[in-house]
């Protein structure tokens, strides 16, 4: 069962050293077009890169709609499953996983025809949102506060290749690039006491096939699909095979053609068969060359994307196709640092792993502070959390008093100093009863942070544009 950021972290570490004398069809066919041992590395390590999501996507994917033994499933495709409850530490499937909002998921099969996503009136008071992202991770749309305002409304998610005309009563078509797609609903819980009128928000969340929404006889059936098993040793070695598998789902874009003709070489496409235990020992070697070096420059990008402002790094990396514009390391880098991030108008990120003075976070040996000066608290439309999560897995932590983040809804129960600032207590321990409601549990171990601002305002002050807003977060102290 994939629970771990590690699957993707050690995709590039390949079992070798068993020789095999059967060629690749793809080898044995057209030798002469085979690329070279060096080019075989320069590939591998591209096709890693631009890969990487797309197997990531997978992975969950198959978790949340595919395995319904996986520990992770939450509903079939085409059918919406409504979490009444925060992540905590037990949700394993998505790194850096959001415990603001209680989550709703439907995953998307596209093939037959398309999804109408219906939602209800919602008070313009609670933010809500529902991110459209495809096998690519792209952002190809949004529904919610934000982006199509509170009232009720019926939206169509179509696939890469349907042409139709757009029924009365829908209020926008959203096009996936790909033949399977994610629609995540994110509903603002204001606090435990409020979690009954987040469930009667979701209650009114609706997806159904268009067929059904025109009361209509359903369009054949598409065919049937045998998705193959991914766990974390399985992708160690058949990385490509999965990429494989995806692709044919996802027709090229044209920024892809060239990327795509070099995965062609080695039987990765639409109608190719790439299998890696078929190729020979020393073609093995260049490509998990290739894959480690891949892996080892998207680490690289993670840790310096964006612009550093007092140890925290922020950037605006999630969007949308022409968000990337064929930039494959932005993209994965996106996927790694949080799969399935928001756009940055709609929620923006700065993360860290150090304090003020560039050192690295630790719980196992240092408490920290976090101030915000009065009149200086994360400047949005919706609000803002800071969420802690384990070092080395980016998951949330297992804690004491079962809390994950502190958020600007949690405010009113929160002590601030006399000055008006607001200081939060970064440790493993508790800082003291008088100080526990403004206490973020940190592991006794490596600490990542992730602040996150909703709907962040666009006017001074403001984080945005990513990077060289007038707003800046404060720097992480080290107390002890």
Known sequence: MLTKRELMRNAAVVALGVTVAKLPPAYAANNAEWPTLVEAKDLAEAGFVY??????????MYEYAVDRN????????NQLKNEPNVF???DTAIVTPNSDTPYSFAWLDLRAEPVVLSVPAIDPKRYYSVMLCDGNTYNFGYIGTRATGSEAGDYMVVGPDWQGDTPAGIKQVFRSSTQFALAGYRTQLFGPDDLANVKSVQ????????????????????PTVVFPKIDKELVKTNFFDYLD????????????????????????????SFNFKDLPLEQKLEFGLGMKEGQRKVDEAVAKVGKTINGWRVSGLPGDSAHYNGDWMKRAVAAQAGIYGNDPEEATYPFTRVDSDGQTLDGSKHNYTLTFPP???PPVNAFWSLT?????????????????????PMLPGMKTNADGSLTLYIQKDSPGPDKEANWLPAPDDKIYLVMRLYWPKIEAPSILP???????????????
């Open 51 to 60: 890969g990487l999501p797309i197997v990531m996507n997978y992975a969950v």
């Open 88 to 90: 905590t530490y037990k």
């Open 245 to 272: 598998f995806a692709l044919q789902f996802a027709p090229a874009q044209d920024n892809e053609k060239e990327m795509r003709a070099k995965l062609a070489r080695i039987g990765v496409g639409p109608g190719k």
């Open 70 to 77: 996986s520990g992770q499933f939450k509903a079939p495709f």
């Open 203 to 222: 209650d009114g969340y609706r997806v159904q096939m268009l067929s059904a929404y025109l009361k209509q006889p359903a369009p054949p059936a598409a």
């Open 388 to 408: 802690m999560y384990d070092g080395k897995t980016q998951l949330l932590i297992e804690n004491p008093i079962n809390r994950y983040l502190i958020n600007s």
């Open 466 to 480: 990513a990077g060289a807003g007038t707003w800046q977060p404060p720097g992480v102290q080290r107390t002890s």
């Open 375 to 377: 009149g200086q608290q």
